[in-house]
């Protein structure tokens, strides 16, 4: 069966939401060195509202009284991504994630592909580097926030339902033909909208998405 046979991609994704006992992402958390500066990336450029500040008192790692704060800012779908700050001297300064976008990175999905580009032009007038990359399935910008995470914001093509669902329907054949050792690619078997948003040179993406390219301490110390 192919999704040209589904009468309706909506109602088979529906469907199989239906069963799924975990029903979205609670929180994503990171600790962080500025929350002032995470929350104007989060709250001031993405315009993820701050919706819970709790201030706790013990720290269970080091297993002392440790003043800390945990913020919650809000997706539309109610789940949020976290940041932890403790009270200055009790901790060493958190490490910054720049990492290899294969081994580390968060992706936000927003409205639709308008709501990208005013998010792109956002990041561009408050001096955040970024790139953007047409993946055919889905369009992404990336980033780095304040902690150096990267972040990838993500919008769908005109037809990304019909893409998801059929990508669903061949998930289990397609990992095993991997496993069985066919390594070719099939990101390409499928008709590639025309990008309405140009993906950046190879170069500027490069400097975002790889660790030994982008320079965190710059970012962090504007």
């Not at 469907?15 to 001031?44: I, P, Q, S």
């Not at 009790?90 to 936000?108: G, T």
């Not at 390409?188 to 660790?211: G, H």
Request: charged letters at 30%.
């Amino acid at each position: 069966m192919s999704i040209e046979t589904l009468a309706n991609p909506q109602d088979v994704r529906q469907a199989r939401h239906a069963k799924n006992k975990v029903r979205r992402l609670h929180h994503h958390a990171l600790r962080t060195m500025d929350m002032e500066a995470t929350r104007a990336f989060y709250e001031g450029i993405l315009e993820m509202p701050l919706v819970g500040t709790w201030k706790e008192g013990f720290d269970p790692i080091k297993g002392k009284n440790s003043p800390y704060l945990h913020c919650f800012f809000e997706l539309g779908d109610g789940s949020a991504m976290a940041f932890f700050l403790f009270k200055p001297g009790e901790r060493e300064k958190p490490p910054l994630v720049p990492q290899d976008a294969y081994d580390h990175h968060i992706s936000l999905h927003v409205g639709s592909v308008e709501d990208l580009i005013i998010l792109r032009d956002r990041l561009r007038e408050a001096g955040y580097k970024h790139a953007v990359m047409d993946h055919g399935y889905c369009y992404s910008i990336y980033t780095r926030d304040p902690n150096g995470l990267l972040v990838e914001l993500t919008a769908d093509p005109v037809n990304g339902l019909e893409i998801a669902e059929e990508a669903a329907e061949k998930a289990d054949a397609e990992l095993q033909k991997w496993l069985d050792g066919d390594y070719s690619i099939n990101n390409e078997l499928r008709e590639i909208p025309t990008s309405v948003i140009p993906s950046s040179s190879p170069e500027d993406l490069l400097e975002i998405v790889s660790p030994d390219n982008w320079r965190a301490r710059e970012l962090l110390a504007r």
